[in-house]
C-alpha cells in the first residue's frame, strides 16, 4: 500500500465549477501537508501548506486536512481554464529537513 | 530574483552510460533536495543535501549519488544508466531556517531519456 493515495483523474469540469480534491494517507506521523500544482512540461509549484488539522483559505483556494481520518482536501472555487493542471498533494512528518512524499497527482481540466 | 535554475534540459543517454544533472537553488535557499517523476507519477524522493553533506536519502540505489557546493548548487550522479532511469528529475530548494517556511520552490527539471 503506498503511503499516500490519490486518485489521479482526469477530472473535468465546466468553467466556474467547484473542484474538490483529495488524498487519503496511512503514515500517522505526517504532520505537514501541502498542495502542489503542476502545469505540463513545469516543475510543481506550491499552492497550499498547513499544520496539523484544520482549514486554511487563499483566495479561491482551501486546503482541509483532517488527522483523524487521515484525509486531506483542496478545493477551487470559480474554477478557471487556466487552473488546467496536475494537483499534486504532499506531506512530511516534520517541516524543514524532512522529506516530502507525493501522492500520483490528479489531473484536472476546466472547460470554457 | 531566479528561482531554481536546472540543467541541460533534455538528454538522450544510452544504457549503461553515467550522466551528471545540475542544479543551482533559488537564492537565499540552503537546502537542495532531488527527486525523480515518472511519467504519471509523482515525485519520488532521492536525496537531500545541505551544509554539503547529504541528509537524507530515499529508496534508490547507490548508483544514485550527488554533491553540494559551497554556493549551496548541486549536482545528481547517475552511474550504469538503466532504461527505467528514464524520468523527469526535479531539483527542489528550500530554506528549512527561515520561519514556517516548509514548501518546495521548484525547477522545471531535466527530462532524461535512457534508449
Known amino acids: 500500500q503506498k503511503e499516500v493515495e490519490q486518485d489521479p483523474g482526469p477530472l473535468s469540469v465546466p468553467e466556474g465549477a467547484i473542484v474538490s480534491l483529495n488524498c487519503t494517507y496511512s503514515?500517522?506521523?505526517?504532520?505537514?501537508f501541502m498542495w502542489y500544482r503542476q502545469y505540463s512540461r513545469k516543475g510543481p509549484e506550491l499552492l497550499m501548506y498547513?499544520?496539523?488539522?484544520g482549514n486554511k483559505e487563499d483566495g479561491r483556494f482551501t486546503a482541509q486536512v483532517d488527522k483523524s481520518s487521515k484525509y486531506i482536501s483542496l478545493f477551487i472555487r470559480d474554477s478557471q481554464p487556466s487552473d488546467s493542471a496536475t494537483y499534486l498533494c504532499?506531506?512530511?512528518?516534520?517541516?524543514?529537513?524532512?522529506?516530502?512524499?507525493f501522492g500520483t497527482g490528479t489531473k484536472l481540466q476546466v472547460i470554457p | 530574483d531566479a528561482g531554481v535554475t536546472q540543467s541541460p534540459t533534455h538528454l538522450i543517454k544510452t544504457r549503461g552510460q553515467q550522466v551528471t544533472l545540475r542544479c543551482s537553488p533559488k537564492?537565499?535557499?540552503?537546502?537542495v533536495s532531488w527527486y525523480q517523476q515518472a511519467l504519471g507519477q509523482g515525485p519520488q524522493f532521492i536525496f537531500q543535501y545541505y551544509e554539503e553533506e547529504e541528509r537524507q536519502r530515499g529508496n534508490f540505489p547507490d548508483r544514485f549519488s550527488g554533491h553540494q557546493f559551497p554556493n549551496y548548487s548541486s549536482e545528481l550522479n547517475v552511474n550504469a544508466l538503466l532504461l527505467g532511469d528514464s524520468a523527469l528529475y526535479l531539483c527542489a530548494s528550500s530554506s528549512p531556517g527561515t520561519s514556517r517556511d516548509y514548501g518546495y520552490t521548484f525547477g522545471s527539471g531535466t527530462r532524461l531519456t535512457v534508449v
Open positions: 498547513t499544520y496539523s488539522s
Open positions: 504532499a506531506m512530511s512528518a516534520k517541516g524543514g529537513y524532512q522529506k516530502v512524499t
Open positions: 537564492s537565499g535557499h540552503d537546502t
Open positions: 503514515n500517522s506521523a505526517f504532520q505537514y
